[in-house]
């Protein structure tokens, strides 16, 4: 079986949209999609409010209650029947993410047992068939197939073979 | 650079003899080494006594506390300079473990950074040049060199190269 290495954040789960949608509804203010372009959407929020995203992003239960992407639990059900699928999430620069992590992956995809999961620092260290991530930095060092997942930061990077969303996923993967 | 891969449990932290020591005192009755020889040290505890370790080890703080292997932190300190270290842990089986094992690395081994860390389920997703591990289902799907760390429950086993002690590992990796 080949195996298929998928990242969490912006890929399967939705950080930034929990993110902006709390944030419009506190304070009635937009992100700059501009600026995330730097590559990381936190640089969307206004500098005054940095602090305060990133201490919300921080702490214990953010990771827990993230909204799902659109049709990844369908497709990567399915996927998981012909692939040795893992997930991989560079984690642990977040130690309060960590079980948060994990409750939120086998609640919402039961089908993946705790074998699958690996929350690390750096993705160097893992290795397989095809990555599916939204950072450069992950895919960069990465030994099989690479597929850069479209996501706000990373919209104006070229080079990279893309997934926009899952239904693509599921025409590259399950066709 | 290369790599080596450096298990935790019973290679960097000693939670069975954490636990031998609590049992002690708290029960007044020693292990039976011999039935540690299936491959765990947890069946060295008496029967009736298994769902009480087995609750201790699960339950959060379990792991922020436990006693360093010694020789660990100096040799480790210095393989540091040399090669590139991952500590690697299958842990995401026990999530009330993950944070606590972060932070008791980060706090005994202050010379890693959270990047060198990875929480995993199954070890066949890393690679690396050596691996360093108590378990033979760790080693056994490695691509590099493996060398069995000698513990209590795996004393039996043949046919891998053997690191009995940290100052046996200076000796190969630091020669």
């Known amino acids: 079986m080949e195996r298929v290495i998928v990242d969490m954040d912006e890929v399967i789960a939705d950080p930034m949209n929990e993110m902006i949608d709390w944030y419009?509804?506190?304070y009635k203010q937009d992100v700059d999609w501009e600026k995330m372009l730097v590559g990381s959407w936190l640089k969307g929020f206004p500098d005054e409010h940095q602090q305060l995203i990133l201490e919300r992003l921080l702490a214990p239960g953010f990771f827990r209650n993230l909204p799902v992407m659109p049709d990844s639990v369908d497709v990567l059900k399915e996927m998981?029947?012909?692939?040795?699928?893992?997930?991989?999430?560079?984690?642990t620069e977040f130690p309060n993410s960590l079980k948060d992590k994990?409750?939120?992956?086998?609640?919402?995809?039961?089908?993946?047992?705790?074998?699958?999961?690996a929350l690390c620092g750096d993705k160097r260290l893992v290795y397989g068939d095809f990555m599916i991530d939204d950072h450069l930095k992950n895919l960069k060092y990465f030994n099989g197939k690479k597929?850069?997942?479209?996501?706000a930061h990373n919209l104006t990077i070229t080079g990279y073979d893309r997934i926009n969303n899952w239904k693509e996923a599921a025409g590259i993967f399950l066709k």
């Not at 597929?147 to 996501?151: I, K």
């Open 24 to 26: 419009r509804k506190e």
């Open 80 to 91: 998981n029947q012909r692939y040795e699928v893992f997930i991989v999430s560079a984690a």
């Open 102 to 117: 994990m409750e939120w992956l086998l609640e919402h995809f039961p089908f993946f047992t705790w074998k699958q999961i």
């Open 147 to 151: 597929y850069l997942f479209t996501a």
